[in-house]
Structures are given as C-alpha cells and as structure tokens.
C-alpha cells in the first residue's frame, strides 16, 4: 500500500502567489531555519532507538514507546490523548534452515540457511521439517507446476531490483517485491506446499534477511519466511544440479490481540480549532531492528514538527495534530481507529503529512491535492529552495498507508519526498539501527515537514480534493 504505483504527477512552477499574513516568507523562513539548527529529532529518535529497541505491536517495546513519546509530547506543552487500539500479538520463535541433501553433496555435510519469520508466519514442529524445495520465479510458473507445490518448500525467487531504486524507483521496485512476500505464502499453501519462503526484498545483498507481514488464511497458515538473496541464489544452482531438500523449523506464536494505543499530541488552533492538520509517522517497528528509518524517523520528525513550533511561540489557526500510529507494519489498525473516530466528520480533517519512507535527504513534497490547489503552494516551495526542498509533484492518491482511510474519504495528504535509493538496505532487516540515519538529513526532514505544516494549519485558500477521491 506504502508503494503503490504512482499516477498522474504534475510538478508546479514556481509561480506568483500571494502568501496570506500568517505565512508569510519571513515567518516560513525562520521556521526552516530553526529546524535546521535543532538537535530535538534526533535526540528523540535516538532515545526510541537506543533506550527502547525493537517496538512491533504488542509487545513490551511498543508499550514504552507509547509512553516515550506522549511524555515528550506533554514537555513540550501539547494536549496528549493516548487512543486505544486493539494490534495483533505475533512473536517470533526459533527460525533455523538447512539444505541437507542435494546432488553432489559429501557424506554428513549439510548448509545453514538464513532466514527470518514473516510476520503472521504458521509454525513448524519443534523438530522443524523436512522438503524438497520448488523454486519458481512467479506467480505464472507457481501456477504451472502446482502439482509439485503439494508437499513442498516453494521458494520465489525475485531478485530486488536496485538498479530501478538507484534511479529514483525503490517504492515500485519494493512492491514488485513485496507482492511475493505479501501473497505468495498464501498461493504455496493453497497448493499444498508444507512451508514458504521468499527472497529478500531489499538491495544490500550482505546475507541479512528482510522480514515483513504476509497474508495467510487462518485454515492454511503455513510457516512463511525470508530467506538471504545470497542463500536464494544457491539453492537456485544446487537446483540445476539436481533435487534439493531442506529442513526448517519455525515456531512463531500468533497470540490474541493486545492493548495499545496511538497517540496523539495537539497544538490547539487559535481561529479554527476544529480543523485539523495531521503530521505523523507510525510508533511501531519490526522486531529484527529499532525500526530507525521504518519509522523511527517518521515519528520524531513530526514530533520536531511541535517542537520547531512551540520554540517559535508561534499559534496556529486549525490544530496542528502529531500522531504516532500504532500498528502499521502488521496490520495498520492504529489508522483504521482514527479514521473511526472520525468519519462522520472527515471534512474538519483540513489536511494529513505522514512520513514513512525513511530519513533520507528530502527533495521537497507530494500531495494528493485538486489541480487548481497547485499554485497556493509557491510560496512553500520558495522558502524550501535554499535547502534544495522546493519539489511539489501533485498525485491524484499518494496511497499514504495509515492515512490512506482518511485519504479513501477525500482529505487530502502530503508526504515527503526523499531520496530512497538505500532505503531497502535496512528496511525491515537487522540493520535498521541508528547509525543509519544522517542527522543532518533529519533536520532537513524536520524543515521541511515543519513548514508544511505550519503552511496549511494557515493558509486562506480551500484545499480541493483529489479529483479521483471526490465522492
């Protein structure tokens, strides 16, 4: 959802539009200014990262992040509510594989395999199991030989293509990808496979696993993992040498549904306090890592956001609303909450920013906006030029994943636009840790996203919907 294809796209000019007082180029600029020289994102992200870890949902670390965060939020001055929401509660166990026979194999040798869990993953038994492994390269070929997917370990084979990432394409590359880690575990067990794995979806080939969610039905809930690009493209040339077996075990538990919570941190309008503009990125993070750029990053710069703010002592016209979402990776219930609360009411949510595409240097801004709403942003665009910020591409449906039911509803959404072409490296994966994100990207990233909000929380003009979304 995250990355879904993009559609019309048309980059504004920098054309003559007259800033209303409150937004005035003086003000916009101190605002990007004084996001540039502040440390506050970073050292919220590092507090989440380094002092918390790993915060999938329902687990331990979600909860303290919960609680990090709205703490911080209450420093500052805003109006914290903690929104209940029911997440799923799925925990990873032991995840072990081994290739132990194929053709040319020497007597009492076997080859480790690694791999990690997808997250809604069945379990093996404790022993684990033991399979030949069909490997196939899509869904077509699946499809083509599914009567040696009965019993089988199916393995796709869909190399990350980095190349397209490189030049601008990592949202559209990952999907391709994903689509096989998303459906294809589903596809292998209605077929009969007893187990099924997927080549990791990312470039970094450094033989570190990438996990993320994957849709099993409950009655065909067999054990699905990621395996290493490297441990792919071996049993992929052991397979032209003859069959190969391999033994896995997995144990992951799918508990019931845990408690937990968004939160949400409001800075009240001074004129129009029942209009809302939400900034936000989502609280929780695979398990494999501290979730650093996917999306540590996301929800400190939006916290950066109040912080920017309320050191300028400036007061907004419609609320300015942080929202740390809660349960994006594995279920995006934290939106669906939201977006409950409020859809009798969609039209008082003047405007969304989500920021879920990693801490990498920004470029400037997409929005899924009318056309004619273009030229209302010149003035944004002129004060985010001195950081090299002042891209706007509009999109008929930035498809933006917690806000995307707010989206669905006609609110119009913003998103940073970032230079990702390394973001798969460390998406997902151990490595999402840190020392990954540049600070001064970050605060790049909190300029920019400062701005923004302070633009539309102001600005005179009616928004528009996106003509695809107008009901």
Known sequence: MKYAVLTTVLCSTLGAATAAPAID????????DTAMKSDYAFERLADMTDLIGPRLSGSPGAAAAVEQVADAMRKLGAKVTLQPVKV????????????VDYAGR????????????????????????????????NFDELK?????????IVLFDVPFDQGMADRGL??????????YRTNGPREAAALGAVAALVRSVGGADYRIPHTGATRLNDDQRIPAAAVTAEDAMLVGRLLKR????????LTPQNLPDADSYNVIADLPGTELPDEVVIVSGHLDSWDLATGAHDDGTGVAGAMGVLQTIKQLGLKPRRTIRMVA??????????????????KDALGKQFAGIESDSGGGRPFGLRASIAPESVKYFAPLQQALQPIGAGVFQRQ????????????????????????????????????????KVEPDSLKRHVAVMSSLTWFLANMEQPLGRAPALVK
Not at 398 to 422: I, K, M, N, R
């Open 325 to 342: 979402w809660m349960n994006e990776e594995n279920g995006l219930r934290g939106g669906q909450a939201y977006h409950a609360a409020y």
């Open 242 to 249: 003859g069959p190969v077996k391999m033994h896995v075990t």
């Open 106 to 137: 020497p007597a009492g040798l076997s080859q480790r395999v690694v791999l990690t869990a997808l997250g809604g993953s069945g379990a093996t038994p404790a022993a684990g199991i033991t399979a030949p492994v069909l490997l196939v390269k």
């Open 170 to 179: 990592a949202g559209p590359a990952y999907g391709q990808g994903s689509n």
């Open 25 to 32: 180029p003086a003000t916009l600029g101190q605002i990007r």
């Open 144 to 152: 083509a030989r599914a009567a040696e997917a009965k019993g089988a």
């Open 396 to 435: 008929d449906h930035l498809g933006a994943a917690d806000l995307s039911y707010l989206e669905a509803g006609g609110v119009p959404l913003f998103e940073p636009v970032v230079d990702t072409h390394s973001y798969f490296h460390f998406h997902h994966t151990p490595a999402d840790t840190l020392d």
């Open 88 to 99: 799923p509660h799925w925990v990873r166990g032991v995840e072990t594989a081994e290739l």
